[in-house]
């Protein structure tokens, strides 16, 4: 039997839809491999968002908050 995937907390940065104007937003999902993110629906991302960066681990929630002044 092999081992289960990592879980840890995924982080993902994300605009809301393709627009120069799309609000850019910050999501952490907490206890999820990183191929239960990519291969399901997520709620509270729309199917139009475009995602811009996507990190495993604690430290990428502060570094994107400080780098997309969020």
Request: proline fraction near 4%.
């Amino acid at each position: 039997m092999s081992s289960p995937y990592y879980k840890s907390d995924v982080t993902i940065v994300f605009k809301t839809s393709n627009r120069s104007n799309a609000k850019t937003k910050i999501k952490t999902i907490r206890n999820k491999s990183i191929d239960d993110v990519l291969e399901r629906k997520i709620p509270g991302i729309p199917d139009t968002a475009v995602i811009l960066e996507m990190g495993i681990g604690e430290e990428f929630e502060q570094q994107w908050k400080t780098k997309y002044k969020l």
